[in-house]
């Protein structure tokens, strides 16, 4: 019986360890693990895009995971704020190319749909845009993206 009585209390000894190396983990924080406030807007043709979707790539991919990936929809005014984890918290600081598109919903005949992206098409794609932007501690305003 006392074999047994080491062995769990062995098991319950290893399992304590393991529960302290995974709640205080292997090292220091990632670069993605914290973010900062970022807002701006969106203009096309000089007038606010509401609605409008932006995804932000960092410019600097090696060791940033996918599933990391900043984002932000324009309101009716054009703003936005950048999400990454939560709804408006910020993204993690670093350089980042920035896409935007803009699907009109339509509903006909009691369905709804999206028309194609009526943005110019170089906002669309991360090799082809040319909207840079940087991310640095405290909060950032960005000046608007005013698309062409």
């Known amino acids: 019986m006392s074999a047994e009585r080491l062995s769990s209390r062995g098991m319950s000894a290893l399992c304590g360890l393991l529960s302290i190396v995974l709640v205080c983990g292997c090292g220091k924080s990632k670069p993605w693990d914290k973010v900062v406030p970022v807002k701006g ?44 984890y939560n709804n408006g918290d ?29 943005l110019p098409k170089k906002y669309a794609s991360k090799d082809s845009t040319d909207l840079v932007i940087d991310v640095a501690e405290g909060e950032t305003t960005l000046p608007p993206f005013e698309l062409k």
């Open 41 to 84: 807007a969106v203009t096309y043709k000089g007038k606010p895009v509401k609605d409008a979707e932006l995804a932000f790539f960092p410019v600097v991919e090696e060791g940033f995971p996918e599933s990391v990936r900043p984002w932000a929809k324009t309101s009716e005014n054009g703003e936005f704020a950048v999400s990454t």
């Open 90 to 118: 910020g993204a993690p600081t670093g350089r980042y190319k920035v896409t935007v598109i803009h699907h009109e919903i339509v509903i006909s005949g009691g369905s709804m749909g999206s028309k194609p992206n009526d």
